[in-house]
C-alpha cells in the first residue's frame, strides 16, 4: 500500500523513487502538489526524501501538526531506517561520524545481507544532512547502487529505501523493503531493472487509476502499459515482430504481470508513418485472452479500451494529470474538447459539474466511444454534451465568424482544451500538421475564449521544436505555464519530452 496511515493530524505514504517531495517550479508536480492535485489533500512538509529515494515519508495536514514535527526533529528524538543497495565492504557494522557541510551528523550502518555482486546495508540516522547517508556511504567505501554522484555504479534508479520511522510516542511507520532489492544483489538482469523502473509507478498510482505506464520508453526500447488486468507492449524497433519482442523479454512480461496482478496482454510493434499503413505493424499475446473492449478507472470514472492491433486504446495515460486539472476548475464552466478522441476530459469535465460540454472530432468511431463512456459512468442526463463530428479548424473558423458576426450572441467559452495529432487526414486531401497548424489554432482557441478562460494546449510532436510551441502560445495568451508529464512518463536526458502540455490564461 502506498498509503501507510492517516489520521486528523498526520498523513504517512510510502513514496515512490522519481518525484520530489515538494515542486521546484510552477507546473512541477512535487509529492506534495501530487496529494492535493489527485487526493485534495492540503500536506505540510515535515521532513523529505531526495527525488529518487523511495519510503516512508511523513506529512502534517495542519499547522499545529507541522510545528510538532519540527520540534521532534530539532530535538533529534525521530528515528529513521533505511536500506540501500550498495558494493560489497569488510565491515559487518560501523558508525560514520563525518561533519557534513560542517555540520555535525552520525549514520550508524550494518551491513544485512551479502549477494555474488552487491551487497544489502542498513543505515540508521536521527536528524538527516543533505544526502548524508549516500554521502557517509561513500566515504564509508560502499557507494549506493544508482548514486553515480558519490562514486556509485550506474543503475536506472537510485538503490536507497526508508524503510521505518519512529517518532516519540507514536506507532512505528514501515515501508517494506523492494523485493527486486534483494534480487539485485546477485545480477542486475533485464527482469530485475524491468521491475525497478516498474516500482517506481506502481502500486503508488493505484490510489487513482488502475492504468499506468510500468516502462516507459527511452529505458528499455520497448513501453509497457498496464490497463486494468492486461499489460499492453509496443516495440518501435520496424526490424522486429511482435513475437520476436516478446521472445527477446523473456521473463519480464510474466514478472511484471505477477508484480501488477495482470491476467496477460499483447505485444504490438509500432509504425512510424501509420497513416499510409496500418496503425501497428503485427500483435502477439499471452496468459488469458485480452476481452475485444473492456473498462478501466480512473477518479473513480470508468473508460473503456481496447488492445487491439486496429486502434489506439483509447484513453491517453500521459494526460491523466491534465484530466484532473481540468475537472478541478470546470465546474458550472462552457468547456470545448477539441481533438476530442475518445472524450476522456469531457467525461471529466460534465462530472465535475460543468455546465455545458462541446466535444469536436472528425473521428465517428472516437465519438462513439466518448458517448460510450458518458453511458457507463452516468452521466447523460447532468449537463448538455454535445458531440460534433467535424473538423476542428473548421469548427473553430465557425465559432470565430459567429463571435465576430453576432457578437451580442456568442456565448465564450470558459475552457478549452486542444490537444491535436501531430500528423492526421482531413479527408478531401486536406491534411493535418501540427506545427504548421499551432499559431493559427493558439489564436482562434484565444479569440472563443471568455476574459479570464483557460486553455490547455498539448500534443505529441516529439521532433517538434520546443521554443515553437511555446513562442506560438505565448504570443496570445497573458500566462503559460509547461505542465510536466505524469509521474509515470518521465522527462529523459536522451530523449525529447514524450508528451509537451501547456496551461494557458487569457
Not at 514501515?174 to 517506481?200: C, E, M, N, T
Not at 505542465?483 to 518521465?490: A, K, Q
Request: hydrophobic share 35%; glycine share 8%.
Amino acid at each position: 500500500m502506498s498509503f501507510l496511515y492517516q489520521d486528523e493530524k498526520w498523513l504517512v505514504v510510502n513514496k515512490p523513487s522519481s518525484i520530489s517531495t515538494h515542486n521546484s517550479y510552477a507546473g512541477d508536480l512535487g509529492l506534495a502538489e501530487w496529494l492535493l492535485l489527485h487526493h485534495g489533500l492540503q500536506v505540510y512538509v515535515c521532513s523529505r526524501l531526495d527525488k529518487e529515494t523511495s519510503g516512508v515519508l511523513v506529512f502534517a495536514l495542519t499547522p499545529g501538526a507541522s510545528g510538532e514535527a519540527q520540534t521532534i526533529h530539532e530535538e533529534n528524538r525521530s528515528l529513521k531506517t533505511y536500506y540501500f543497495i550498495g558494493r560489497s565492504g569488510s565491515q559487518e557494522s560501523w558508525v560514520c561520524t563525518e561533519p557534513l557541510d560542517g555540520k555535525p551528523c552520525k549514520t550508524a550502518f550494518s551491513q544485512v545481507k551479502q549477494g555474488s555482486c552487491y551487497s544489502l546495508y542498513r543505515a540508521e540516522i536521527h536528524r538527516g544532512r543533505t544526502h548524508q547517508i549516500r554521502r557517509h556511504a561513500s566515504l564509508s567505501s560502499v557507494p549506493i547502487l544508482g548514486d553515480e554522484e558519490y562514486g556509485g555504479d550506474e543503475f536506472i534508479r537510485l538503490c536507497l529505501h526508508c524503510e521505518t520511522v519512529q517518532w516519540p510516542d507514536m506507532a512505528l511507520w514501515q515501508a517494506p523493503v523492494p523485493q527486486w532489492f534483494y534480487g539485485g544483489l546477485d545480477s542486475l538482469s533485464p527482469g530485475v531493472r524491468a521491475l525497478a523502473i516498474a516500482d517506481k509507478r506502481y502500486p503508488f498510482l493505484a490510489s487513482v487509476t488502475d492504468s499506468c505506464r510500468l516502462v516507459h520508453r527511452g529505458e528499455m526500447d520497448v513501453s509497457i502499459d498496464k490497463y486494468g488486468d492486461y499489460l499492453c507492449i509496443t516495440g518501435f524497433d520496424e526490424n522486429l515482430s511482435a513475437r520476436d519482442i516478446l521472445e527477446q523479454l523473456g521473463v519480464i512480461p510474466q514478472l511484471l504481470s505477477e508484480t501488477c496482478g495482470c491476467r496477460g496482454g499483447v505485444v504490438k510493434t509500432n509504425r512510424r508513418d501509420p497513416h499510409k499503413r496500418k496503425l501497428f505493424g503485427d500483435m502477439v499475446s499471452w496468459g488469458e485472452e485480452v476481452p475485444e473492449h473492456f473498462l478501466v478507472r480512473e477518479h473513480g470514472l470508468q473508460f473503456e479500451v481496447s488492445l487491439n492491433a486496429s486502434q489506439h486504446v483509447g484513453l491517453f495515460l500521459d494526460q491523466r494529470d491534465s484530466r484532473k486539472r481540468i475537472a478541478d476548475v470546470a465546474k458550472d464552466k462552457r468547456v470545448a474538447n477539441l481533438f476530442a478522441f475518445t472524450c476522456s476530459f469531457s467525461t471529466y469535465a460534465i462530472q465535475a459539474g460543468a455546465r455545458e460540454v462541446f466535444s469536436v472530432d472528425l473521428a465517428a468511431g472516437c465519438l462513439h466511444r466518448g458517448r460510450t463512456n458518458m453511458g457507463v459512468n452516468g452521466l447523460e442526463e447532468l449537463a448538455p454534451s454535445r458531440f460534433i463530428k467535424e473538423d476542428v479548424r473548421k469548427w473553430l473558423a465557425r465559432q470565430v465568424r459567429k463571435k465576430d458576426n453576432e457578437p451580442g450572441e456568442f456565448l465564450p467559452f470558459d475552457i478549452i482544451i486542444c490537444d491535436p495529432p501531430v500528423f492526421a487526414s482531413g479527408g478531401k486531401g486536406k491534411r493535418f500538421h501540427v506545427e504548421q497548424e499551432w499559431a493559427g489554432l493558439a489564436l482562434a482557441v484565444h479569440t472563443i475564449l471568455s476574459a479570464s478562460g483557460i486553455a490547455l494546449f498539448a500534443n505529441n510532436h516529439q521532433t517538434g521544436q520546443e521554443k515553437h510551441y511555446f513562442a506560438g502560445l505565448q504570443a496570445h495568451f497573458r500566462k503559460v505555464t509547461r505542465l510536466v508529464p505524469p509521474l509515470d512518463f518521465p522527462l529523459l536526458k536522451t530523449q525529447p519530452p514524450h508528451v509537451r502540455i501547456y496551461w494557458c490564461e487569457k
